[in-house]
């Protein structure tokens, strides 16, 4: 298994928007790097469903159910989806402060480049980050 955070605005799609679909593909990605990380996801996989812009912060886990398909949302064969659904939501938000104040953190990708919308994140990482969220 893999793990992975995918980022979204919050004021755009939340936690709860998702929540309320109950399934939704992943889209609108247009970073070749954050494609490729979406085509490595596995059926299976976790993610961390982070809200960016204001909030910045882990909000809950989504797991990926189906794997990479062209994007419906565009007629450009270069981009990609996953279905993913809710998870869990974490009893409190884990925000990028907190994930950076954390030495055992130092070198996870949202740290190093935290404008990348999906990245791959380490299993200790997640577990790190969940811990948190308890």
Same mark, same amino acid.
């Given at each position: 298994?893999?793990?992975? !955070?995918?980022?979204?605005?919050?004021?755009?799609?939340?936690?709860?928007?998702?929540?309320? !679909?109950?399934?939704?593909?992943?889209?609108?990605?247009?970073?070749?790097?954050?494609?490729?990380?979406?085509?490595?996801?596995?059926?299976?996989? !976790?993610?961390?469903?982070?809200?960016?812009?204001?909030?910045?912060?882990?909000?809950?886990?989504?797991?990926?159910?189906?794997?990479?398909?062209?994007?419906?949302?565009?007629?450009?064969?270069?981009?990609?989806?996953?279905?993913?659904?809710?998870?869990?939501?974490?009893?409190?938000?884990?925000?990028?402060?907190?994930?950076?104040?954390?030495?055992? !953190?130092?070198?996870?990708?949202?740290?190093?480049?935290?404008?990348?919308?999906?990245?791959?994140?380490?299993?200790?990482?997640?577990?790190?980050?969940?811990?948190?969220?308890?």
């Amino acid at each position: 298994m893999n793990y992975w !955070l995918i980022k979204s605005e919050p004021n755009t799609y939340s936690w709860d928007d998702f929540v309320k !679909l109950k399934r939704d593909h992943w889209d609108g990605v247009r970073n070749y790097q954050a494609r490729n990380n979406m085509q490595a996801m596995k059926k299976g996989d !976790l993610a961390l469903f982070y809200h960016s812009v204001n909030e910045k912060s882990v909000v809950g886990i989504a797991e990926v159910v189906k794997e990479f398909y062209p994007d419906p949302t565009t007629d450009d064969d270069r981009w990609v989806v996953v279905d993913v659904v809710p998870k869990e939501k974490l009893k409190k938000p884990v925000t990028l402060a907190q994930i950076k104040e954390d030495k055992r !953190l130092e070198n996870m990708v949202l740290v190093k480049n935290s404008r990348l919308s999906v990245q791959p994140v380490r299993k200790e990482e997640f577990d790190i980050v969940v811990g948190m969220g308890s």
